[in-house]
């Protein structure tokens, strides 16, 4: 995919991995990278289930401070445009995606992991959104996704304080979904997204759009849910479910 993003797909699961050593900073060009990558795999019909990940040692630790430590307003307003754009590329997949998280998740980081449905952290996972001990605040989402996972209070904390969060309080606090040890993070993302991959993909893409729409004024919420939910009923994959229901056995779904 590029220098520092690629993508690998087995089984209909797709592998978006960040890699720039040491510790995986969203420079723009990474961000650039992984915008096109997020695009690759929506548009690619084979993938059903995506993972994003970081490698076993970090997901990414944020922006790279030494780079933007000169920066005016318009040389940063280009850089974290791009990690902006690639977090709404990600979350504009269709499939499920999963951020599998060792290590360090900050700063971007973060953002880039709040982008994914799902989050499955390692016991050595460190999360959070340091950029007020910069003087500076999240520009990438941060503050947009983080209260819609956490609550405005916790999320208040969290960006107030610029302080880490370990894998214990994110799990409680709702900020992941699953605890692993860190060697198991990536393979328990992947079973996930692997059992994902044979479901019903299109439910899932419109159950995605109707939580998208959980945040708007009830009425317009509920347009868009009814609008998916009937839609659905045009698909063979609700003829395959159903029928598969009423004759007891396992439904073979097909995204179609």
């Keep these: 995919m590029g220098e520092f993003v690629r993508i690998d ?38 993938v059903r289930a995506v993972v994003v990940w970081g490698g076993e040692r970090i997901f990414a630790a944020g922006a790279d401070i030494k780079a933007m430590v ?16 690639a977090c709404r590329d990600v979350e504009a997949i269709a499939a499920i995606t999963i951020a599998a998280i060792n290590g360090y998740a900050l700063g971007g980081g973060c953002e880039l992991a709040l982008s994914c449905d799902l989050r499955f952290a390692g016991q050595d996972a460190q999360i959070g959104l340091p950029e007020v ?18 609550g405005l209070p916790r999320a208040r904390d969290l960006v107030y ?28 993302a992947v079973e996930h997204a692997t059992a994902f991959a044979k479901g019903p993909s299109l439910a899932y893409a419109a ?4 939580l998208a729409a959980s ?14 939910f009937v839609a659905l009923f045009a698909t063979r994959d609700q003829q395959e479910g159903m029928r598969a229901f009423l004759d007891k056995r ?7």
């Excluded at 894998?167 to 328990?188: F, K, P, S």
Aim: hydrophobic letters at 40%; glycine letters at 12%; charged letters at 30%.
């Design 9 to 46: 797909i087995e089984g209909g699961v797709a592998t978006i991995r960040v890699d720039r050593p040491p510790a995986n900073a969203l420079a723009r060009e990474l961000s650039l990278q992984l915008s096109a990558a997020a695009r690759q795999v929506a548009a690619d019909q084979s």
């Design 250 to 256: 396992e439904p073979k779904f097909e995204g179609r």
């Design 161 to 188: 304080s610029g302080r880490h969060v370990d894998a214990a309080e994110a799990l409680e606090i709702g900020l992941v979904d699953r605890v692993a040890d860190g060697t198991d993070v990536y393979a328990l």
């Design 207 to 210: 159950a995605k759009r109707a």
């Design 133 to 150: 001990r910069l003087g500076i605040i999240p520009g990438s989402g941060g503050t947009q996704r983080l209260p819609r996972v956490v």
């Design 215 to 228: 945040d708007r004024p009830i009425e317009q919420g509920l347009a868009v849910e009814r609008e998916a």
């Design 70 to 85: 000169g920066y005016g307003p318009e040389e940063v307003a280009s850089d974290v445009g791009a990690l902006e754009q």
